[in-house]
């Protein structure tokens, strides 16, 4: 679209969106507020294309979807970058509603748009996150047991997540049977529940044939290698593979100034749940279990290093490492040898710093 047309700067509310719209001639107008629904949203934006401007968030998936339906240009902004509104003193859904139609206005690279998955990629990751919030709930629950069971002077005994609600439950002291019973009943339920979207995640991971390219580094598991595909999904998005890392939020912040260059956290921008995923894998490939490699070697030496939560920093670096690894797999579509992989100059060294 290069004629000019109207920004719409639009603050997506859980009920209610607020508005306002910047003309061409800069005329500021504030509509009411409409209904965050696809009605309300499909009656108002029923007008001439225009610039629309939204935050990402719980509701801008089908809300930019629709709005492109109506022939609108959408720009989905990345909350990090619009600072004007997170930091603003006077702070109001109309105040934010104008800041996003003005930065719109000005440079679209500002707002460092995000481009949402497609419905099918997001249906599919869908059912991995829902089995995350199953084991979650598990572990709480657990937890809870142990804990009530500590409290009386007893302890239930060491077990696997999967078989506790069976082994655990005839060492219940009496006079927490009648508490902890309906706990364990939910347990029971769950671990099926966990079973049966595990299967799901199988039969998915056989719709995508790239998840065997992408698991093949040791400690990469379907759920693992299924997650990033669907988080990434476009395999090209990428120049380098290097960029993957800062994509998922595992390098560290930068704030260089003169001769100062501090080594800071991670930013921890991106998906949390793969990120998550990422640093449990890096977990087992540098424990006991974990087969000889080149990612393992170079973790553990990492870690020898010493200084402040070395090991924690070393995790975090494999993890990284993994990332970028996964993602040149999933490019070139290659064997993947755990030895003398990264001599061939085949994957790109990320920095050593966690």
């Known amino acids: 679209m290069g004629e000019a047309i109207t920004t719409i ?46 935050e990402v968030g719980t509701h801008s998936r089908w809300v930019s ?42 440079d679209v690279k500002l707002l460092k748009p995000i481009q949402h998955r497609s419905i099918e990629a997001q249906s599919d990751l869908a059912v991995a996150k829902a089995r995350d919030a199953l084991v979650q709930t ?30 655990a ?15 364990f009943k939910v347990l029971e339920q769950i671990q099926q529940a966990i079973r049966e979207q595990e299967k799901t995640l199988e039969r998915l991971a056989r719709k995508y044939p790239d998840v065997g390219v992408i698991s093949q580094p040791n400690g990469v598991g379907i759920l693992s290698a ?3 595909l669907l988080t990434l999904e476009d395999k090209s998005r990428f120049e380098s593979s290097r960029a993957v890392g800062a994509f998922i939020g595992l390098r560290p912040r930068q704030n260089q100034s003169g001769d100062g260059d501090p080594q800071l956290r991670i ?27 080149d990612l393992r070697r ?3 030496e990492l870690a020898k290093r010493g200084g402040k939560n070395a090991r924690k920093r070393a995790k975090v670096a494999v993890a990284r490492k993994l990332g970028v690894l996964m993602h040149r797999l999933w490019v070139t579509g290659e064997v993947y040898e755990p030895i003398g992989y990264q001599a061939s100059g085949k994957v790109e060294r990320p920095a050593a710093s966690a």
């Open 267 to 293: 930013t921890k921008t991106g998906d949390a749940f793969l990120r998550r995923l990422l640093v449990q894998c890096a977990n087992y490939i540098l424990g006991p279990f974990g087969k000889d490699s």
């Open 298 to 300: 170079w973790g553990l």
């Open 65 to 106: 979807s629709l709005l492109k339906e109506l022939g609108h240009r959408v720009t989905v902004a990345n909350p990090r970058r619009v600072q004007l509104i997170s930091q603003n003193e006077s702070k109001t859904d109309q105040v934010d509603a104008e800041l996003l139609a003005r930065l719109g206005r000005v």
């Open 169 to 183: 439950r005839s060492q219940v002291p009496a006079e927490l049977e009648r508490a902890l019973a309906p706990l």
């Open 226 to 228: 299924l997650v990033f």
């Open 9 to 54: 700067g639009c603050d997506l509310g859980d009920k209610q969106s607020t508005l306002c719209i910047l003309g061409i001639d800069d005329r500021l107008e504030r509509p009411k507020s409409i209904q965050t629904t696809r009605e309300g949203f499909r009656k108002f934006f029923s007008r001439p294309a225009a610039h629309v401007v939204i």
């Open 138 to 167: 598990r572990t709480r629950l657990i937890n809870a047991c142990r804990g009530m069971v500590k409290s009386f002077g007893e302890r239930l005994p060491k077990c696997s997540s999967e078989s506790f609600h069976r082994k």
